[in-house]
């Protein structure tokens, strides 16, 4: 049973443009909310990640954007550039010391164009 | 500072053989997790080794084992390969009290045939 849903699975944007990336979870024991990227042939690289106590958090051109309440938070990328091409994914983990692995959404491809 | 290692980069078995993949997490990380990553999904968690001994394991059957040495490298065995265990084996480390900030390694590619 998929915990974490990503969506959408592709997407195109213009460099330049604010690509938007949405997850959505179940499961209220989780409480901490990070987001990789990957590049072709390379492992996942942290992006930036955010706990429930907070409803935005920025890092440089990246935000995360969370609704505790409605059980979603999303990825917005600003100034997008033809380097941002990778694929994304959004995970989850259970509250208790990090002992439990990260539940991973499906991935979203994105593409920026020049 | 060299980051999370994986060996080999990729490997070739067929059905029923059995497999071993190799980590060394990054420098001052004693935590170490495997994922598997099957081709257009997100990674699956499959165990997370600390101090010696598995702590966690996530829905995968017991051909799937591991093992963390003194010096925090881990191994991950898995025994009666299926066709479906084909994928890209990912190591992640994290430091002490840090578990959630997962470095991963570029992953071993498994294919079996």
């Known amino acids: 049973q998929q915990q974490v849903k990503q969506s959408p699975q592709s997407l195109i944007v213009q460099k330049g443009g604010i690509p938007i990336i949405n997850c959505a979870y179940e499961n209220t024991a989780f409480d901490y909310f990070p987001w990789y990227q990957q590049f072709p042939g390379k492992g996942p690289a942290l992006l930036i990640a955010i706990r429930p106590d907070v409803s935005e958090k920025k890092e440089g051109r990246f935000t995360i954007s969370f609704n505790k309440s409605a059980k979603q938070f999303s990825l917005h990328i600003m100034d997008s550039q033809p380097g941002d091409s990778a694929t994304y994914f959004c995970a989850a983990r259970m509250s208790g010391g990090g002992a439990d692995g990260l539940t991973f959404g499906k991935g979203t491809h994105l593409i920026i164009q020049p | 500072d060299a980051g999370v290692t994986q060996s080999p980069t990729h490997l070739i078995k067929t059905r029923g053989q059995q497999v071993t993949l190799r980590c060394s997490p990054k420098s001052g990380h004693d935590t170490v997790s495997w994922y598997q990553q099957a081709l257009g999904q997100g990674p699956q968690f499959i165990f997370q080794?600390?101090?010696?001994?598995?702590?966690q394991r996530g829905n995968f059957p017991d051909r799937f084992s591991g093992h963390q040495f003194p010096n925090y490298s881990s191994e991950l065995n898995v025994n009666a390969l299926l066709l479906g265990d084909s994928a890209l084996y990912l190591c992640a480390s994290s430091p002490v009290g840090a578990a959630g900030e997962l470095f991963f390694g570029e992953g071993s590619r498994l294919t079996v045939l």
């Open positions: 080794y600390y101090e010696e001994e598995e702590r």
